[in-house]
């Protein structure tokens, strides 16, 4: 898993909201409920994102009790995604087209003919299309509520959220931040907020 | 105001308490002692970006890279307006190393490398595999809270009143005599 490599990047959260009652099980099915589902050759969904056991992305279908850890809920966030570059449905748009033109014997095709073909186009390549897959891992210290994921991108991080909220329903996630460090520990939101940047420049002035 | 926009109106503080850290690790030579942990060595290492600029506007960024002493051209930066982005800090408790990125927007982490564990200690059952993950959290969630008690201690110092009147001045005239 991520934290055992060498480097580890990650981005934190607190998570907020009551926990469930009965909390152990009550995670478990929900996490089985939103667990990773893969896309199937025949589907047309281009990206399908769910929970997978740590160590293992293709154990989906038998989510047992390692995520608990004895204090620290330890997941991964499985991304699979058919990608199919835009030059190449570009160029087997126009081979259909030229196809249907010569069939036709028309000079230009209409808007919904090739609306159709382009439809018909990407059918054709995400059904042959291999999705690439992608696993990024979490751990949650139930006992201190911080949670660390192993991934620092923006859009990385929005897609752990959503998948997070919706699985777990009234627990949140607070971007932790210099005023999410600040507010963890008692400080309150218009102290922070009364404060304005200061100037280290020396030729800027001395506004301070 | 939304939770959105007040942490972008607070962003500014990530930068400052870079900056505040690495005059402090300078002042004092490194050593900073926290509640907890005892004597903690911080040190900015090898490298710093800074920016000056916002998303969308003219923004200049520059990465500087070289020891501490040598990071004049970073300094020259501050002194120019920008703002401290991304350090790279060494930190060390005992005989125990760390070393990390630390990012002003969210203070997020990145290449956290923490003090080598003994793998041969795990090498065996999931039992040992669960005492290695306890190991390295563990010594993860160490080096976060000592960037929490350091910042905490900065947000105490940036609340007061001293820091219009001494830590502004001083990070000022840090910055110029180390140009």
């Known amino acids: ?208 | 105001m939304g939770l959105l926009e007040t942490i972008e109106k607070t962003e500014f503080l990530g930068s400052e308490f870079l900056t505040w850290l690495w005059y402090m690790s300078e002042k004092h030579t490194g050593m900073f002692e926290i509640q907890d942990i005892g004597s903690v060595e911080v040190w900015f290492y090898d490298n710093v970006k800074l920016e000056k600029g916002k998303d969308g506007g003219n923004r200049e960024s520059i990465i500087c890279k070289g020891a501490t002493s040598d990071l004049k051209e970073a300094r020259l930066g501050l002194r120019t307006g920008k703002r401290l982005k991304e350090a790279r800090l060494k930190i060390i408790i005992d005989d125990d190393e760390w070393f990390l990125t630390i990012d002003s927007g969210f203070l997020d982490f990145r290449q956290l490398k923490t003090p080598k564990i003994d793998k041969s200690d795990f090498a065996g059952d999931d039992k040992d595999a669960d005492a290695a993950f306890y190991e390295k959290v563990y010594l993860f969630e160490r080096a976060v809270n000592v960037i929490d008690n350091l910042f905490m201690a900065f947000i105490q110092e940036r609340l007061s009143n001293g820091w219009h009147q001494t830590a502004v001045p001083a990070i000022r005239q840090w910055i110029q005599e180390g140009i």
């Not at chain 1, 025949?42 to 009790?65: H, M, Q, R």
């Open chain 1, 1 to 208: 898993m991520a934290i055992n490599s060498n480097t580890t990047s990650t981005r934190r959260y607190r998570v907020e909201g009551q926990l469930p009652e009965n909390f152990h099980d009550e995670i478990r099915d929900r996490i089985q409920k939103s667990a990773f589902r893969e896309i199937e050759a025949t589907n047309l969904k281009e990206v399908s994102i769910g929970w997978v056991p740590v160590n293992n992305p293709f154990g989906a279908e038998d989510i047992d009790d390692s995520f608990d850890k004895d204090g620290y809920i330890v997941l991964s966030m499985r991304i699979d995604k058919k990608s199919i570059p835009s030059q190449t449905v570009k160029a087997y748009i126009v081979k259909e087209e030229q196809k249907h033109l010569e069939a036709s014997k028309k000079e230009r095709l209409s808007y919904n003919e090739r609306k159709s073909i382009k439809e018909a186009v990407m059918v054709k390549l995400l059904q042959q299309a291999l999705p690439i897959s992608a696993v990024y891992d979490f751990f949650w210290n139930t006992n201190t509520g911080y949670l660390y994921f192993f991934g620092t991108s923006d859009d990385l991080n929005n897609k752990f959220i959503e998948l997070f909220e919706e699985t777990f329903k009234d627990i949140h996630l607070f971007k932790m931040s210099p005023y999410g460090i600040a507010a963890s520990k008692s400080i309150s939101e218009e102290s922070i907020l009364s404060l304005e940047p200061s100037s280290f420049s020396i030729q800027e002035g001395q506004e301070d």
